[in-house]
């Protein structure tokens, strides 16, 4: 089972950018899913978490209302929209997948989660 997280890039503060989370190996359909970013010189930190369900969705308060989490099933994708980006959201982001399926407080924590991906570099530079 493999998770790869996608659609990084160099982006100008302000600006957006959408990152995709695809698997090989498992249907994300039965599994949470968790952004993970982790920025040069930090340990790395979770970001945003979606179920099953579309409404059981949570976010750090560091990226509520810029960052919007979002599933696809019919195209087996996870999404992490980010709208205006700032240089401190400038990572690798990792998507990670919990077979619980839901998302709780403890969404932020690796132990919670069961398999991860190759993660996307997301640069935020004028």
């Known amino acids: 089972v493999q998770l790869q997280a996608s659609g990084g890039g160099l982006v100008q503060p302000g600006e957006s950018l959408r990152l995709s989370c695809t698997p090989s190996?498992?249907?994300?359909?039965?599994?949470?899913i968790g952004w993970f970013r982790q920025a040069p010189g930090k340990e790395r930190e979770g970001v945003s978490c979606i179920g099953m369900s579309d409404d059981n969705t949570r976010y750090v308060d560091s990226v509520k209302g810029r960052f919007t989490i979002s599933r696809a099933n019919r195209k087996n994708a996870v999404y992490l929209q980010k709208n205006n980006l700032r240089p401190e959201d400038t990572a690798v982001y990792y998507c990670a997948a919990d077979y619980r399926g839901q998302c709780t407080h403890a969404f932020t924590a690796e132990g919670e989660y069961d398999y991860w991906g190759q993660g996307t570099l997301v640069t935020v530079s004028s």
């Open positions: 190996g498992l249907t994300l359909d039965y599994y949470a």
